[in-house]
């Protein structure tokens, strides 16, 4: 099902040490067809970004390799089903569940130069903002 997205969240992560994000979702992609990601924080986001066949990129913090992944949703969640286990550890804190069909790590290191922010900001500049989440757009 192809989307006819203009614009795209991008999330901003930070992976605990010793763990790979992409190995641990994409595991459980490759086992179940899906993985649930939940989202840590106060992010205040609407369930209709997420609808199925939308996509979103994900950011790891430079802590956490810096890896940049483009991820298509498959809706939101009230919880986490098949999730990699390192989630339990953020028992308690704020979590949106959404379901990922699909997880791909962008090697190109200039691939954010071709989108702007929906405000029409620096991509890069944003990211090194305190803003945990924005949505992008091509230029």
Known sequence: MKSNQEEFLLLKIKTP???SFYDEHIALIKEHGYVDFAKIGNSILKSEIF?????IYIKESISSGGNLYRAITSGI???GIIYPSYYDS????????VRLVSLELIK???????YKTRAGGD?????????????IRKR
């Open 17 to 19: 040490a010793g763990i």
């Open 51 to 55: 609808k199925e066949g939308n996509t």
């Open 77 to 79: 969640l009230d919880d």
């Open 90 to 97: 953020f028992e308690g804190l704020n979590r949106i569940w």
């Open 108 to 114: 190109d290191d200039k691939f954010l130069d071709g």
């Open 123 to 135: 991509v890069h500049k944003a990211l090194k903002s305190m803003s945990p989440n924005f949505f």
